[in-house]
C-alpha cells in the first residue's frame, strides 16, 4: 500500500507519545476547525435543537471525534496511520494535542465501559491491518467545544440532548482547567475485572418471598410463577438431581443457569405478553372478556385462514418475512417483514431502531434463495415532546424521538435503502415506554 505525503501543520512537532500501558495515542479528528466553508453539521443542529426545545441561544458548537489508541506506536506507524485513515482536505487532525484551544467550556462524552464501540472496534481492525499486528484497543469518543460561558441548567440540557445515560458517560471540562499540551489525555474506556471470573451456586429451596427477592437483587425479571418452576425443576426432579451429582454439580441452580432461564423466558426473546392470558372488562357494556393468546387469535390464526383461501399467498408467520405473488403467473413475489423494537429502543433509541430496521432487512434478504430490498418503513409512538414531569426511564420523549429516527435513516437511508413512509404519534400514555416499529419491502 502506497500513501500520499499527507500535510501536517507542525507534524514533526506533534509529542507523539510512544503507547504504553495505561497511555494511549490520541487521533483527535474535527470539522469546522479554522476551514472556510466546511460546516459542522453536528454542532449546527444542536444549536438549532436547543433554540426550539430550549428557547436557549448558543454560537455553534465544534464537534470532534477522539480516538484513543491503546498501542505501543512508533513515530513512523503514528504517521502512517493518520495518513492512511484519518487525512481529508475537510478535516483537521492533531496528534496527542489538543486540536482547539479558544474555547470557555467542553464536554467530552463516548462509551461506558464495556459497552460496544462499534466506531473503536472498526478502527482497530483497520488499524491492526496496516500496522500487521495486533494493538490492545481503540476507544471512539467526542468532544464538544463552546465558545461562550454556560451555567449548569444550560449545560445539562446540552448533555441530556446528546448523551443517553444508560450506554454514554461524560465530563464537562472549564478552560481554566484545561492543559493547553495534553488537553483531556487518553480516554481508554475498559472493563476492570478485579477478581478471576466464576460462578456461585444460589441457593433456591426457599420461600416465594426470598425467591422474588432474588429476583429482584439479580435483575431477572422472572415472576413468581417462574421462579416456583424452577424451584421445582431444580429440587423436585430427583432424576435431574442424580445427572448433576455424577457430573459433580450441585443440587443448587448457578447463577449462570438461572440468567440464562431468565434470558429465554423474557418478554424480548420469547414474547410472553403476546401469548399471555388478559382478562378485559369492557367499560361500555361492563361484560368481562377472557382473551387467551392475543397472537394465536388475532394475527397467526387469522393470517393462516387468509392464506388457506388466497392462492396469490406465498407464505406467512415462517421463512423470515412474509410473501404474496404480484402477478396470476408468479413470476413475481413482493416480500415484506415488519417487527417492534420497543424494548431495546426505550433503553438506547438509536442503537434499538437502527438493529431494528437492520434486522427487518437482513429477513427480507434471506427469505427463500433472497430478495432485493426496495424500501423500508417505520412507525413511531412516543410522548409528548413538551412533557416536563418526571421520567421514567430518564429519556425524555425528545431525545428518544430523535434517537429512533436517526437509526432508522443511517440503518436505512445511508446504506441506499430510502424510508418512503412512516407515521409518528404522541402520547402521554406511552411516556413510560415508546413504541418504535420497523419494516422493509
Known amino acids: 500500500m502506497k500513501l500520499k505525503d499527507g500535510h501536517f501543520p507542525a507534524f514533526d512537532t506533534y509529542p507523539c507519545t510512544l503507547g504504553h500501558e495505561g497511555v494511549g495515542t490520541v487521533v483527535e479528528v474535527g470539522e469546522n476547525v479554522k476551514l472556510e466553508g466546511i460546516i459542522d453539521a453536528f454542532g449546527k443542529n444542536l444549536a438549532k435543537k436547543l433554540q426550539e426545545y430550549f428557547g436557549i441561544t448558543i454560537q455553534e458548537p465544534i464537534k470532534t471525534i477522539y480516538y484513543t489508541v491503546d498501542g505501543d506506536l512508533k513515530k513512523e506507524e503514528i504517521k502512517m496511520i493518520v495518513e492512511a485513515i484519518f487525512q481529508k482536505s475537510t478535516k483537521r487532525i492533531s496528534v496527542n494535542k489538543p486540536l482547539i484551544q479558544d474555547f470557555s467550556v467542553a464536554v467530552w462524552w463516548g462509551p461506558k465501559p464495556g459497552v460496544k464501540d462499534n466506531e473503536g472496534e472498526v478502527a482497530k481492525d483497520i488499524i491492526e491491518f496496516l500496522l500487521g499486528r495486533k494493538i490492545r484497543n481503540v476507544c471512539v469518543s467526542s468532544l464538544l467545544y463552546f465558545k461562550e460561558e454556560l451555567n449548569k441548567s444550560v449545560l445539562d440540557k446540552i448533555i441530556s440532548s446528546i448523551a443517553n445515560p444508560n450506554i454514554e458517560e461524560w465530563d464537562v471540562i472549564l478552560k481554566e482547567d484545561w492543559d493547553s499540551e495534553k488537553g483531556i489525555g487518553p480516554k481508554i474506556s475498559e472493563v476492570k475485572i478485579e477478581r478471576e471470573p466464576g460462578f456461585k451456586y444460589i441457593k433456591m429451596d426457599v420461600p416465594d418471598k426470598e425467591l422474588l427477592s432474588l429476583s429482584e ?216 415506554k415508546s413504541l418504535v416499529y420497523v419494516a422493509t419491502a
Open 217 to 432: 437483587q439479580n435483575n431477572w425479571a422472572l415472576s413468581i410463577e417462574d421462579l416456583r418452576y424452577i424451584r421445582r425443576y431444580f429440587y423436585q426432579d430427583t432424576d435431574f438431581q442424580e445427572k448433576r451429582r455424577n457430573l459433580g454439580i450441585d443440587i443448587h441452580p448457578t447463577d449462570v443457569e438461572v440468567e440464562c432461564l431468565a434470558q429465554a423466558l423474557s418478554d424480548h426473546c420469547a414474547h410472553r405478553t403476546f401469548h399471555g392470558k388478559f382478562y378485559y372488562k369492557d367499560s361500555e357494556i361492563g361484560k368481562l372478556r377472557i382473551i387467551d393468546d392475543p397472537f394465536k387469535i388475532f394475527i397467526q390464526y387469522p393470517t393462516e385462514e387468509i392464506a388457506k383461501e388466497n392462492h396469490w399467498v406465498v407464505s406467512v408467520l415462517k421463512d423470515n418475512a412474509g410473501a404474496i405473488f404480484l402477478d396470476e403467473k408468479g413470476d413475481y413475489v413482493f416480500c415484506i417483514k415488519g417487527e417492534t423494537h420497543n424494548s431495546p429502543s426505550n433503553k438506547e433509541p438509536y442503537g434499538g431502531s437502527y438493529t431494528g430496521i437492520a434486522g427487518v432487512f437482513r429477513d427480507v434478504l434471506a427469505f427463500g434463495r433472497g430478495t432485493k430490498i426496495i424500501f423500508g418503513l417505520y412507525g413511531f409512538v412516543v410522548g409528548p415532546r413538551d412533557y416536563s414531569g418526571n421520567l421514567i426511564p430518564e429519556i425524555h420523549p425528545r431525545q428518544l424521538l430523535d434517537g429512533v429516527v436517526a437509526g432508522v435513516r443511517d440503518g436505512g437511508n445511508k446504506h441506499g435503502v430510502p424510508t418512503i413512509f412512516g407515521n409518528v404519534f404522541f402520547d402521554k400514555s406511552y411516556i413510560g
